[in-house]
């Protein structure tokens, strides 16, 4: 945080017009303080802290005190949407620990994956993260209460369990039942999805009505040779980029809307 504020002091704020001040504090929050952001959640009060430093050399350009014009969260927003696209410092932590995330899930081949999965003596993300580890862990588990919606099952073979991966309508189907019985645990989608409609009554568990017309609204196509992968919802192509994160904690409702004035 200090080199952040030392790199901006050694500009000469007042020579630069406000688009330039608010490229540099831009890039100087993607290159100074980007490694310990992939790896660490961020205490709260370091976020405000990059955040007013920020909005302070935009508006005086230097250690000085001016009337700041027009409010915090209008100013971060896309410039598409009327702001100025000044970078939300907590924004920027999640979607980099993001990337971590999304390797765990999408990715699990990797060295890295393989190795802290080892570690913990775990297989999957989920048992990962309900372990009560490292900073690091703490860190990922963070991340993702705020990332958990955009990541998405894509069905394939609908080979993933019923009830903990999150196919139904973007979440998960246990939440919606009062517990999951202990002869439906193991269920797969493609167990309960026969020639084209839904097969509820292999499944020991009672389901609510609402339950069974949500399931009923929806049609599946399964295909026997393609494996159920993980997807990230606001991306094209369905990759994960720390971009196209950030843009979606946006458009999420967690930063604030407004119009530039």
């Known amino acids: ?12 704020g007042r020579l630069l017009a406000r688009p330039g001040r608010v490229t540099l504090v831009n890039f ?62 907590r924004f920027k932590n999640t979607s980099l620990l993001g990337k971590l995330i999304w390797d765990l899930l999408a990715h699990p081949t990797k060295l890295w994956v393989q190795v802290i999965f080892s570690k913990y003596r ?11 580890g490292s900073y690091f862990l703490r860190s990922l ?9 955009g990541f998405q099952l894509q069905l394939g ?12 309508y973007g979440t998960y ?44 609204a929806l049609t599946l196509c399964l295909h026997p040779n393609a494996e159920d992968v993980i997807v990230w919802s606001s991306s094209v192509n369905g990759e994960y980029t720390a971009k196209a994160s950030y843009r979606w904690l946006c458009d999420a409702g967690v930063a604030t809307r407004g119009t530039w004035h």
């Open 157 to 168: 073979n609908g080979h993933s369990s019923l009830w903990f991966t999150n196919w139904f």
């Open 28 to 89: 100087m929050l993607s290159y100074i303080p980007a490694y310990t952001m992939q790896t660490q959640w961020l205490p709260s009060g370091t976020c405000e802290k990059l955040d007013a430093i920020s909005q302070k050399f935009i508006w005086s350009g230097s250690d000085s005190h001016r009337m700041h014009l027009v409010k915090w969260d209008k100013i971060t927003q896309r410039r598409k949407d009327g702001g100025l696209g000044v970078c939300v410092a």
């Open 141 to 149: 588990r963070k991340a993702y209460d705020s990332l958990q919606l």
């Open 173 to 216: 189907l246990a939440p919606s039942v009062p517990f999951v019985h202990l002869q439906d645990i193991n269920i797969r989608v493609c167990d309960v999805w026969d020639d084209g409609h839904w097969a509820l009554e292999k499944l020991y568990l009672w389901l609510s009505d609402e339950t069974k017309a949500g399931l009923q």
């Open 1 to 12: 945080m200090s080199k952040v504020q030392q790199r901006l002091t050694m500009w000469k």
């Open 122 to 132: 775990v297989d999957n993300v989920t048992s990962l993260l309900q372990l009560s």
